[in-house]
């Protein structure tokens, strides 16, 4: 199935973070809408936990924080989307960033933004991803497969683990000496480079979804 993305234009972002995310790449979107290398703003910051560093940080900033805890909504996914939902609503968000937001999100929200939900993974995507890879774990998968290189995926949320359409990646070697923390710690600035492009990439060009693929687009 083939669809046409037309640009955004202004981005309206809610940056969506789990438990005890640091932020970083949230930070990323923040500092790139204040220099204007992202045309839009990041309007508010959502939480799973209210002690999540990345929260902190965003309130820090100036940015509205909400805590949605998926906990109390358990067994009721309807109502965990309709929480996020409204608070989406409420600020008029058309680009939603998971920066770090480990959950699936709950199909209602995916539905509500086709092609609007962006995703960040720490490995080269179809590799290295699906349920409970996250953090240390990818790295420690990476360096055990012998692989050379490694890197990060920006790509579409669809209703899986990290089976979206890809729209950006970057590479880095794997370096013999690497272990899974050097290798985390050269890969994020790379990581907040690529959010930083797939946002500006969805704001400024049309873009035709192949299946996986993602080719910007001539209208
Ligand atoms: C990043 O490594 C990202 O790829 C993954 O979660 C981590 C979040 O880090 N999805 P931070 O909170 O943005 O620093």
Known sequence: MTEILEPLGEAQIAVLVSGEARGSNMQALLDACMEQRIRGEVQVVVGTRAE?????????????????????????EEAYAEALLRIL???A???????????????????????CVLNIHPALLPLFGGKGMYGKRVHEAVIESGMKVTGCTVHFVDNDYDTGPILVQRAIP???????????????PEEHRAYVEAVEIRTSRWLRVEGRRVVTYHP
């Open 174 to 188: 794997v370096l013999d000496e690497d272990t899974p923390e050097t290798l985390a710690a050269r890969l994020l």
């Open 89 to 91: 609503r409420r600020y």
């Open 93 to 115: 968000i058309n680009l939603v960033c998971l920066a770090g937001y480990l959950l699936r999100l709950p199909e209602p929200v995916v539905a509500a933004y086709p092609y």
């Open 52 to 76: 999540a560093p990345a929260l902190a940080r965003a309130r820090d900033a100036g940015v509205p924080v909400h805590v949605v805890s998926p906990r109390k909504y358990e067994g009721q």
